[in-house]
């Protein structure tokens, strides 16, 4: 029985420790500051409203990240420090004239790589 322990107990510690580990990895992982591009972001929350008023628009993750990497090389960045744990970003904040931008910017965007997308029309 003794012995049994003893060839438990190892295990089980170890098993503890790497939950306390992981534990502290999650805490630093939430706490981490990250320079995030805030237009980015508002990029990909506005394309779905922009891919709605369009009809025949091809959704694909290839097609969308084409979307947003055309509009983003049409804007400046707007760069903000944040904790990966609160990457919601008021993005209230950021001036009216940024979103008019990102709406022109993806506007664009959606009909240059509809017309051109990189793979076969459906
Ligand atoms: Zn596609």
């Known amino acids: 029985m003794d012995i049994l322990i003893e060839a438990i107990t190892p295990t089980f510690n ?5 939950v306390l580990h992981y534990q502290f990895l ?10 995030i591009n805030v237009v980015e972001q508002m990029v990909w929350e506005a394309m779905d409203s922009v891919l709605e008023q369009k009809s025949g628009i091809c959704r694909c993750e290839k097609c969308q990240a084409d979307i947003v990497a055309y509009a983003l090389n049409q804007l400046s960045p707007h760069y903000a420090a944040s904790k990966l744990g609160e990457v919601l970003i008021k993005t209230g904040a950021l001036d009216r ?5 990102i709406l ?16 076969e029309k459906e």
């Open 14 to 18: 170890y098993t503890s420790t790497s």
């Open 26 to 35: 999650l805490t630093v992982w939430w706490n981490q500051v990250k320079i």
């Open 97 to 101: 004239d940024i979103q008019v931008s």
């Open 104 to 119: 022109v910017a993806l506007t664009e965007a959606v009909e240059i790589v509809s017309a051109n997308p990189r793979h």
